[in-house]
């Protein structure tokens, strides 16, 4: 994949039955992955009418590219057509069969959002409330490789790390004067639809988005250490969001909190991030995220693995993160602000648990799904009132649908190629004309044979009787 053109892609997606695309080990360079990136984007935005399989490179894999590199160098090399030819006729060919099933359209799909909270100190209904969101799904070219370690697993993993910080803060007496909730949301790579479904259901069924200081999305957090808030509409300095953007600022010290502000495009199909599902509801919200634009290949990509993970990264950001919220829960209080401690290993925990499968929507769209089980059973054991909602398709008019088949039986056999079959049935041909013929002729030719070499015919004489002479 790291020598493939968009050139070439254009060529076989024109002409060819099929397409084996194999995903080198990394590390990758850097030219290496911004061409991986370039064909991976290619195929996603092109019209593709012939099947693509993707598989991770490995030894026996590369022992088959290295043969049938071999082989083309050796007909290249051929000084005349009858070498060639010879070449041809004695080189190997592989066969490929993928052993599939016929895709069918899934029933029975629905995304998961889990939601749970931290009670402040106080009326809970007068408390203002902070949201913290991220979404957990993943997205990539082949499903079954797409891990979304930085995107979202980052995120995701920083949310559950904060659930379990702040749940030791909100245990002891002095907790503060905010609620805190958590959303890990579904389907963020369909255009954040969990968030979406999730905002209308709390509107019809509860007044919790009234007192919202801001909501906080937690996107991409692991790519680099300088940290991005992407905003729809910038803050004012006095207000709750300006006073948290403006600790996290002072907390990232030299390289500072770096505000890109983005206007909502409502023409376009999709939304740049999450926190724009929140700001067109009229909530102040931003996105944290080390990517400075939305439109970063990386988002979308099956290169977006535990390889490229750097977790002390993602754990340098995650101190910062808690460390600004536990001071604006306090009101920045520092005689009332307790010391946290960021535990790695927690932080490891929950990006093992996210990063090490894969992680595309129509592989977990399943209400009973392991990873949302997981995920759910760790929210309900730092956070209260920890429920699941979940979003099905309209059977009408559906926003999404999703089809069987995502992983496939490869089987790649040596065989000999077609010329060699002619040769071999004119072989066998030649061969059974000459024992027929022989079989034919052989008792002519015995015969003639035998009738050249007969002996001359032996008279023998009768003996004299010596006895009745001697008589006589």
């Known amino acids: 994949m790291d020598n493939f053109t968009t050139e070439a892609y254009e060529q076989i997606a024109s002409g060819s039955g099929a397409l084996v695309l194999v995903v080198p080990p ?25 099947p693509i399989y993707m598989i991770n490179w490995s030894t026996e894999v590369n022992k088959l590219m290295n043969d049938l590199a071999d082989s083309k160098i050796i007909d290249e090399n051929a000084s005349s057509a009858a070498k060639a030819f010879i070449n041809s006729v004695s080189a190997n060919g592989y066969q ?20 749970g909270q931290l009670i402040g100190y106080g009326f809970q209904d007068k408390l203002p409330s902070i949201l913290i969101v991220a979404h957990y799904d993943s997205f990539g070219l082949a499903p079954e490789l797409s891990y979304g370690a930085d995107s979202n697993g980052s995120g995701a993993a920083i949310l559950l790390l904060l659930a379990k910080i702040l749940s030791r803060v909100y245990a002891e007496k002095n907790r503060p004067k905010y609620n805190v909730m958590f959303v890990l949301s579904g389907g963020g790579k369909l255009n954040y639809l969990g968030s979406k479904n999730w905002i209308e259901q709390q509107m019809e069924k509860s007044n919790t988005l009234q007192d919202v200081s801001f ?12 940290i991005y808030a992407h905003v729809s509409k910038p803050p ?10 403006n600790e996290l600022n002072n907390n990232l010290g030299e390289n500072g909190l770096k505000i890109i502000h983005k206007k909502i495009n409502l023409g376009s199909d999709t939304l740049a991030w999450e926190h724009e599902r929140y700001s067109i509801r009229r909530l102040p919200s931003f996105t944290l995220s080390s990517l ?3 439109k970063n290949s990386s988002r979308k990509s099956i290169l977006d693995t535990s390889e490229t993970l750097d977790s002390k990264t993602v754990y340098r950001n995650a101190q910062i993160i808690v460390k600004t919220l536990v001071a604006h829960l306090y009101d920045y209080n520092t005689s009332e602000t307790p010391k946290v401690n960021v535990d790695f290993e927690s932080l490891r925990t929950s990006l093992d648990l996210l990063i090490l499968q894969p992680r595309s929507t129509q592989i977990i769209a399943q209400k009973n799904h392991p990873l949302v ?17 979940h979003l099905t398709a309209d059977k009408v008019d559906p926003q999404f649908s999703f089809y069987t088949v995502t992983r496939a039986t490869l089987q790649v056999y040596s065989v000999k190629p077609a010329v060699f079959d002619l040769i071999l049935t004119l072989a066998i041909a030649v061969y059974l004309t000459i024992v027929y ?17 007969k002996p001359e015919p032996v008279i023998s004489l009768p003996k004299k009787n010596n006895r009745k002479e001697k008589q006589r």
């Open 26 to 50: 990394s590390p990758h360079t850097r030219e290496q992955q911004n061409r991986m990136l370039e064909i991976e984007q290619t195929i996603l935005l092109s019209d593709t009418s012939i």
């Open 96 to 115: 490929i069969v993928v052993s599939t099933n016929k895709p069918i359209l899934q029933q029975n799909i629905a995304i998961s959002t889990i939601q």
């Open 215 to 226: 909501v906080l999305c937690l996107d991409s957090l692991g790519s680099d250490r300088n």
């Open 236 to 245: 004012k300095d006095d207000s709750k969001m300006g006073n948290f953007m």
């Open 292 to 294: 400075k634009s939305h």
């Open 373 to 389: 089980d997981n995920l759910f059973s760790l929210m309900n054991k730092y956070l209260k009132d920890v429920n699941v909602s």
């Open 437 to 453: 013929f022989f079989i034919q002729f052989v008792p002519i030719i015995y015969d003639l044979y035998i009738g050249t070499s």
